[in-house]
Nanobody, 127 residues
Framework: QLQLVESGEGFVQPGGSLRLSCAAS????????IGWFRQAPGKEREGVSCISTSDGATGYADSVKGRFTIARNNAKNTVDLQMNSLKVEDTAIYYC????????????????????WGQGTPVTVSS
C-alpha cells in the first residue's frame, strides 16, 4: 500500500518561504495524482494545490495562486510544494494525498477522491 511522508515543516516569519516535499517508497509518484491540502485549527481541510499525471497540469486554491508552486521531482520521486510570501493565514498542518496509480489522472482540489494520505507536517507563519 502506498505510504506518503511529508517533510519540510517549519516556523517562518510572514513573507518567508518554505519547501514541503511529499515522498513515497516502493511506488513511483509520477503515476499518481498528488494533492496538497491543509487544515488549520477549527477549520475544514482545504485543497491547496494539485498536479495531474498525464500532462502535468496543476491547480491552485485562489488563496495561494502566485505564491505557491507544485512540481514533481521524478529523480527523487517526490512532489514538492514551494511556498513563498507566506502569510499568517497559511499556518496549518499540511498533508499530501494521492490518487492512483492512473495514467490520465486529473488534478483535483477536493479531498474526497484521494485514497492515500500522509501524516501531515506543521507549518507556522508568525512574527
Amino acid at each position: 500500500q502506498l505510504q506518503l511522508v511529508e517533510s519540510g515543516e517549519g516556523f517562518v516569519q510572514p513573507g518567508g518561504s518554505l519547501r514541503l516535499s511529499c515522498a513515497a517508497s516502493g511506488f513511483t509518484l509520477k503515476y499518481y495524482v498528488i494533492g496538497w491540502f491543509r487544515q488549520a485549527p477549527g477549520k475544514e481541510r482545504e485543497g491547496v494545490s494539485c498536479i495531474s499525471t498525464s500532462d502535468g497540469a496543476t491547480g491552485y486554491a485562489d488563496s495561494v495562486k502566485g505564491r505557491f508552486t507544485i512540481a514533481r521531482n521524478n529523480a527523487k520521486n517526490t512532489v514538492d510544494l514551494q511556498m513563498n510570501s507566506l502569510k499568517v493565514e497559511d499556518t496549518a498542518i499540511y498533508y499530501c494525498a494521492a490518487i492512483g496509480p492512473i495514467s490520465t489522472g486529473r488534478c483535483d482540489l477536493r479531498p474526497g477522491g484521494y485514497v492515500y494520505w500522509g501524516q501531515g507536517t506543521p507549518v507556522t507563519v508568525s512574527s
